[in-house]
């Protein structure tokens, strides 16, 4: 049976207070006067999820849980002015579905109360306490024994506290939050060749600070203490009622991979660090151990996704914006849980200008030698002849010295998967006026930093660009000195970060390209020209039809971008340049923002090149999709923006001269 989704965003405080028959000076209840309503509601902060398909680890319980099991319940309380004295105890409300809750109480006006509430599940048709001791608001505890922490949404609970002075009229909308960071593991090679799957595990805090309550009248967590080893929390793989993958949109939308371990984690505004060992089974028989002893962040409201081969060669850390989560910092793996490699040569056939890629180790040895290949063996292709997989590798990006020298990437079908990119390596572009040097920004970021040429039948799969942005804690790289985290700077960034330079009739072609999964996210507000797929697209020319500068069959989806001229598929195109895209399209494209323009899910900024525009050059967009489900998010607040329109679905802006043929007509800008 599928679950039904409901989305819990905030609370508001509606209604009016008319004159009071009875004034009192004292603060406190007063059963004569008129009656403060309080209202629960769903405003348009968590619809950014609505849309998604499939439950999702990334989301709550409000998301994930199956409601016939389970009752949303709802406390609310009034005390003093400082929190010290509870005036009116929680008044309880409990629902069947989702829906606005009132809730009535006679104050005394002309009078400063702190309102306080708390909301969580408990089982169908009941009203008593679930996972959590909620009898004392200022120490709302776990109640759940160690077993029972882990896998389970129905520990998703949300809180509230301000003061609000009631006065003869008064309207507020106030939000609730989590008190947790949600944690969750995500492998990446699920069903493995050859593996066994684990069922279930056991994890091992340690090195650490676990709280283990919420004072929900300061909001601050309590009860702290050093996590220890000894203490086991064990779950189960999460399965649906027939035995299926339980999560089913997200990263667990892709066949390899698969959410192992959710924990709701009691913490503060504070970013803080966790460490901890899993252990993971099949039934009383060992699969593999993972221990992550560096620090992993985890704040209130953030996401914290450990994502990688866990069950063979290690895997990354990533975190994401989901229902809610009001923050973001995507963190690279190098920094806790590198792996050596040691680049080898791949093999080369002469006769047919070849190079076949089959390990990780082949691949690794393109960065620093692609200018050679490209001078020694010019025009060449490259076959890769597996799936290649760069967990626990600071990639350095495929960039070549100059522009204009194109060769042939073949996929034959494979994927390149868990690619993480710092800003660490790859080149400097200079922002210039003139001869003065604006600014300098670590750029030309993606698997390929520069690629010109031919790319076919490849598909991109959990990428992320910049690793650390928004981090506190100290960080130190993989040669122990501290990560600067405002030189995280993202320009030309996507799986291609700049292909075609200025470039008139070269190559840039590409062909049954896919992405999935891309995290590009900076600390740097100028970061732009941020794609999918493709950052900046220069090259073009050819005839109508037969351009050199053409997508064919790509498609981009679950996209996050931070920064503006940033598209689900390409960043950026030169308007006067004729370039083509046929049967392409993008879907689930979040676009985090300092200042939004030049944006939309398909293509960020149609810009110009500086040459007058004329009909043969002339973009054509050809049956493509652009996202229905596109998010624009201020990066500063982490709320929606609803008003923000790109000129059109298919681009954020052009300019007037710019001519943008769209076929069929009828999908053309509103």
């Given at each position: 049976?599928?679950?039904?989704?409901?989305?819990?965003?905030?609370?508001?405080?509606?209604?009016?207070?008319?004159?009071?028959?009875?004034?009192?000076?004292?603060?406190?209840?007063?059963?004569?006067?008129?009656?403060?309503?309080?209202?629960?509601?769903?405003?348009?902060?968590?619809?950014?999820?609505?849309?998604?398909?499939?439950?999702?680890?990334?989301?709550?319980?409000?998301?994930?849980?199956?409601?016939?099991?389970?009752?949303?319940?709802?406390?609310?309380?009034?005390?003093?002015?400082?929190?010290?004295?509870?005036?009116?105890?929680?008044?309880?409300?409990?629902?069947?579905?989702?829906?606005p809750v009132s809730f009535e109480f006679r104050l005394t006006p002309n009078n400063t109360y702190k309102f306080v509430a708390w909301a969580d599940f408990v089982k169908q048709g009941e009203t008593s306490d679930l996972h959590y001791n909620t009898s004392d608001f200022t120490d709302i505890s776990i109640k759940d024994g160690l077993d029972a922490q882990l896998n389970d949404e129905s520990r998703d609970a949300y809180f509230f506290m301000k003061n609000i002075s009631v006065t003869q009229t008064f309207g507020e909308t106030m939000t609730l939050k989590r008190p947790f960071a949600k944690l969750r593991v995500i492998t990446t090679d699920w069903a493995s060749e050859g593996m066994e799957m684990p069922d279930n595990f056991k994890v091992a805090y340690h090195d650490c600070v676990r709280f283990s309550a919420l004072n929900a009248v300061t909001g601050e967590a309590v009860g702290s203490a050093d996590a220890e080893s000894s203490e086991v929390y064990t779950?189960?793989?999460?399965?649906?009622?027939?035995?299926?993958?339980?999560?089913?949109?997200?990263?667990?939308?892709?066949?390899?991979?698969?959410?192992?371990?959710?924990?709701?984690?009691?913490?503060?505004?504070?970013?803080?660090?966790?460490?901890?060992?899993?252990?993971?089974?099949?039934?009383?028989?060992?699969?593999?151990?993972?221990?992550?002893?560096?620090?992993?962040?985890?704040?209130?409201?953030?996401?914290?996704?450990?994502?990688?081969?866990?069950?063979?060669?290690?895997?990354?850390?990533?975190?994401?914006?989901?229902?809610?989560?009001?923050?973001?910092?995507?963190?690279?793996?190098?920094?806790?849980?590198?792996?050596?490699?040691?680049?080898?040569?791949?093999?080369?056939?002469?006769?047919?200008?070849?190079?076949?890629?089959?390990?990780?180790?082949?691949?690794?040895?393109?960065?620093?030698?692609?200018?050679?290949?490209?001078?020694?063996?010019?025009?060449?292709?490259?076959?890769?002849?597996?799936?290649?997989?760069?967990?626990?590798?600071?990639?350095?990006?495929?960039?070549?010295?100059?522009?204009?020298?194109?060769?042939?990437?073949?996929?034959?079908?494979?994927?390149?998967?868990?690619?993480?990119?710092?800003?660490?390596?790859?080149?400097?572009?200079?922002?210039?006026?003139?001869?003065?040097?604006?600014?300098?920004?670590?750029?030309?970021?993606?698997?390929?930093?520069?690629?010109?040429?031919?790319?076919?039948?490849?598909?991109?799969?959990?990428?992320?660009?910049?690793?650390?942005?928004?981090?506190?804690?100290?960080?130190?790289?993989?040669?122990?000195?501290?990560?600067?985290?405002?030189?995280?700077?993202?320009?030309?960034?996507?799986?291609?970060?700049?292909?075609?330079?200025?470039?008139?009739?070269?190559?840039?072609?590409?062909?049954?390209?896919?992405?999935?999964?891309?995290?590009?996210?900076?600390?740097?507000?100028?970061?732009?020209?941020?794609?999918?797929?493709?950052?900046?697209?220069?090259?073009?020319?050819?005839?109508?039809?037969?351009?050199?500068?053409?997508?064919?069959?790509?498609?981009?989806?679950?996209?996050?971008?931070?920064?503006?001229?940033?598209?689900?598929?390409?960043?950026?195109?030169?308007?006067?340049?004729?370039?083509?895209?046929?049967?392409?399209?993008?879907?689930?494209?979040?676009?985090?923002?300092?200042?939004?323009?030049?944006?939309?899910?398909?293509?960020?900024?149609?810009?110009?090149?500086?040459?007058?525009?004329?009909?043969?050059?002339?973009?054509?967009?050809?049956?493509?999709?652009?996202?229905?489900?596109?998010?624009?998010?201020?990066?500063?607040?982490?709320?929606?923006?609803?008003?923000?329109?790109?000129?059109?679905?298919?681009?954020?802006?052009?300019?007037?001269?710019?001519?943008?043929?769209?076929?069929?007509?009828?999908?053309?800008?509103?």
């Amino acid at each position: 049976m599928k679950k039904s989704y409901y989305f819990l965003a905030g609370m508001a405080l509606l209604g009016l207070m008319t004159g009071c028959s009875n004034e009192l000076d004292e603060p406190g209840a007063n059963p004569n006067g008129d009656a403060v309503r309080i209202m629960f509601e769903a405003p348009e902060a968590l619809q950014v999820t609505r849309a998604v398909t499939g439950t999702n680890s990334a989301q709550g319980g409000l998301t994930n849980v199956d409601w016939s099991k389970y009752d949303l319940r709802y406390q609310v309380a009034v005390y003093s002015e400082d929190g010290a004295t509870l005036l009116v105890a929680p008044q309880t409300q409990v629902v069947d579905t989702y829906g606005p809750v009132s809730f009535e109480f006679r104050l005394t006006p002309n009078n400063t109360y702190k309102f306080v509430a708390w909301a969580d599940f408990v089982k169908q048709g009941e009203t008593s306490d679930l996972h959590y001791n909620t009898s004392d608001f200022t120490d709302i505890s776990i109640k759940d024994g160690l077993d029972a922490q882990l896998n389970d949404e129905s520990r998703d609970a949300y809180f509230f506290m301000k003061n609000i002075s009631v006065t003869q009229t008064f309207g507020e909308t106030m939000t609730l939050k989590r008190p947790f960071a949600k944690l969750r593991v995500i492998t990446t090679d699920w069903a493995s060749e050859g593996m066994e799957m684990p069922d279930n595990f056991k994890v091992a805090y340690h090195d650490c600070v676990r709280f283990s309550a919420l004072n929900a009248v300061t909001g601050e967590a309590v009860g702290s203490a050093d996590a220890e080893s000894s203490e086991v929390y064990t779950a189960a793989i999460m399965q649906d009622e027939t035995g299926d993958k339980f999560y089913e949109g997200g990263y667990d939308a892709t066949a390899n991979n698969r959410t192992l371990v959710i924990d709701y984690l009691i913490t503060g505004d504070e970013q803080r660090a966790i460490h901890f060992s899993l252990e993971m089974l099949k039934g009383t028989a060992p699969v593999v151990t993972k221990d992550f002893t560096t620090n992993i962040p985890v704040q209130r409201n953030y996401l914290t996704t450990i994502l990688g081969n866990l069950l063979t060669v290690g895997g990354t850390i990533d975190v994401n914006i989901q229902e809610g989560f009001k923050n973001e910092w995507i963190e690279g793996e190098e920094w806790w849980n590198p792996e050596e490699i040691t680049p080898s040569q791949p093999a080369y056939d002469e006769q047919t200008n070849t190079y076949s890629v089959y390990t990780r180790e082949e691949f690794a040895w393109l960065p620093t030698h692609i200018d050679d290949m490209l001078t020694a063996t010019p025009g060449f292709t490259l076959r890769i002849c597996n799936d290649i997989d760069m967990s626990g590798v600071e990639w350095s990006p495929i960039y070549p010295g100059s522009s204009g020298r194109t060769y042939t990437v073949d996929g034959q079908g494979h994927t390149l998967r868990n690619f993480s990119m710092s800003g660490k390596f790859g080149a400097v572009y200079e922002y210039k006026l003139g001869s003065f040097v604006l600014d300098r920004y670590n750029a030309y970021t993606g698997v390929w930093g520069k690629f010109d040429g031919i790319m076919k039948n490849l598909t991109f799969e959990n990428i992320t660009i910049n690793g650390l942005a928004h981090a506190e804690f100290p960080v130190k790289d993989v040669d122990g000195e501290p990560v600067d985290h405002s030189k995280e700077f993202s320009y030309f960034a996507g799986c291609i970060g700049y292909t075609g330079g200025n470039q008139w009739s070269m190559n840039s072609k590409f062909e049954n390209v896919h992405v999935r999964h891309i995290q590009i996210k900076s600390s740097a507000t100028p970061s732009q020209n941020l794609g999918g797929l493709v950052g900046w697209i220069g090259s073009g020319g050819g005839s109508v039809g037969n351009r050199v500068a053409a997508l064919k069959n790509c498609s981009a989806t679950d996209v996050h971008l931070t920064g503006y001229q940033a598209g689900g598929l390409v960043g950026q195109v030169l308007g006067d340049r004729g370039v083509s895209f046929d049967d392409c399209q993008t879907e689930n494209v979040y676009i985090r923002y300092s200042s939004i323009s030049s944006s939309s899910g398909f293509i960020g900024n149609i810009g110009d090149g500086g040459i007058n525009i004329s009909w043969s050059a002339a973009i054509e967009i050809n049956n493509c999709n652009p996202a229905q489900n596109v998010y624009y998010i201020n990066d500063r607040t982490g709320e929606p923006n609803t008003t923000y329109k790109p000129q059109s679905p298919f681009y954020g802006h052009k300019n007037s001269v710019d001519v943008v043929t769209i076929t069929p007509e009828e999908t053309t800008e509103p």
